[in-house]
């Protein structure tokens, strides 16, 4: 349990993003004062070699959670409070941090079956969503033994009829709840670009005094959208928005992410002094003028619901579970989409759904792209993707994927019979057959997104 009074702010410096892929050249780097892991990548009860070697040394280690979904309808599982607070413990973290998003849709509230986004999506800002996101912060406070940080999120789409502005959502967020911000100012970058939104007007709307830490990210432009890949150099735009958030806020710290395409040691070095030099840029600037409301609030917010968690009525619940199923059944069956919503970024944002679904089993089952080839895996991953909503985790799903070749055609003599052996090292002595998949293919659903009478 947080105590009641929120303690002070923990000093980071700068930091990067350990991966096991560079956690040789993490360790190496001068200068370096913290690191954050992807809280879902850490067993229980063992940590890698490498951080334990960087927490002995006195280097900070901020575990950061990717699939509580805390903007999501649902409540949070009490099983992923209670990982994500073993990892803080572990590490002996001052802090941990999760996102602004949700990550999974349908289920119970809505009859239906359960789809999961196997990635960050938005939350409308509207009154309803604010008041379930608050709920869901106050119930994960409870849970874990240290403060808890909010990052804002990359988006693709824009959801119609929003309520509130980023910064007044951001901001009424922490006057109700009294969370921790993570300001990601590649993402600050990436809404401007994809979203219109101004990045300048969400910062003078933030409370500053909320701030744990910053996120610097690197991304590219395709087809007039921007992908924020965290595979490439971080741009000078998102540099200058980290130099103008440093003119406002001195922030406790400052981390440069990277989760593929890792560069040479010198790079990743020369990013971080980058880094460096665009925080002591903005330490010089001229503070703005803040355009909040004089007691610092955004402006047309309205005062604490003081609600507990338990006291949001379910109506409130089920109505934004209702609105992110459809969205998410659009994105991943092929659902049409919701009334008001771009289609033509829904599109875009499937299609990097299921990029970053056979990205993942790729490293979740490596011996897949080996099996049938890079080009060959991809393919053949992503054309099932196409029909096959993920429901249960990307282990399950990298087990329908094999079973789904397994039943069909194509497949040659040797590379079906390492498929098969594969299969078998991982679940039973026999696949299933062709005429059980078939069956479990026609099988009637439930259509997402409605309840049923």
């Keep these: 349990m947080q105590d009641e009074k929120t303690p002070a702010m923990a000093r980071l410096g700068v930091g990067i993003g350990w991966r096991p892929e560079i956690a040789a050249a993490v360790e190496r780097l001068p200068g370096l004062d913290w690191v954050e892991v992807v809280a879902e990548n850490l067993c229980a009860g063992h940590l890698p070699e490498s951080l334990v070697r960087l927490r002995d040394r006195g280097v900070t280690v901020v575990p950061h959670g990717v699939s509580l979904g805390l903007g999501g309808a649902d409540r949070p599982a009490a099983g992923k409070l209670a990982d994500l607070a073993e990892r803080a413990l572990a590490l002996g973290a001052p802090l941990v941090s999760e996102h602004i998003a949700f990550v999974r849709a349908g289920g119970a509230l809505t009859a239906s ?20 996101l608050c709920e869901n912060v106050r119930i994960a406070q409870d849970a874990l033994p240290v403060p808890l940080a909010l990052e804002n999120i990359a988006a693709l789409f824009s959801w119609p009829g929003d309520e509130l502005t980023e910064g007044q959502f ?101 990013e971080l002094t980058a880094v460096r030099t665009a925080l002591a840029a903005g330490a010089t600037a001229r503070v703005p003028a803040a355009r909040r409301a004089a007691d610092g609030r955004a402006p047309g917010l309205e005062e604490e619901d003081g609600t507990k968690p338990g006291d949001l009525p379910e109506a409130v619940r089920g109505r934004v579970a209702v609105a992110q199923a459809a969205v998410l059944s659009a994105l991943v069956a092929g659902t049409p989409v919701p009334e008001g919503f771009d289609a033509r ?10 990029a970053k679904r056979a990205d993942v089993i790729a490293k979740v089952a490596p011996e897949l792209p080996r099996i049938l080839g890079p080009e060959a895996y991809r393919k053949a991953f992503l054309g099932y993707a196409g029909g096959r909503p993920m429901s249960a985790g990307y282990r399950r799903d990298a087990l329908d994927f094999v079973e ?36 479990h293919r026609i099988a009637p659903r439930r259509p997402v997104g409605r309840k049923t009478p």
């Design 170 to 270: 951001l901001s009424e967020l922490v006057e109700r709840t009294g969370v921790r911000l993570l300001i990601d100012v590649a993402n600050l970058h990436t809404n401007r670009v994809n979203r219109g939104e101004d990045p300048l007007a969400v910062l003078d709307a933030l409370p500053v005094e909320a701030l744990a830490y910053v996120h610097v990210a690197g991304g590219l432009a395709r087809g007039g959208v921007w992908h924020d890949t965290h595979a490439h150099p971080v741009p000078p735009e998102v540099l200058e928005l980290l130099t103008e958030l440093r003119s406002r806020v001195d922030p406790p710290g400052v981390l440069l992410e990277r989760d593929d395409d890792f560069p040479p040691e010198p790079e990743l070095a020369a």
């Design 345 to 354: 970024r829904l599109r875009v944002q499937a299609r990097a759904l299921a």
């Design 113 to 132: 079956a359960q789809l999961e986004a196997g990635h960050l999506l938005p939350v409308p800002r509207t009154r309803d969503a604010l008041a379930v």
């Design 404 to 439: 789904h070749l397994l039943v069909g055609p194509d497949l040659d003599g040797l590379v079906r019979r390492r498929l098969t052996a594969w299969w078998r090292d991982r679940t039973g002595p026999k696949p299933p057959g062709r005429i059980a998949r078939i069956a």
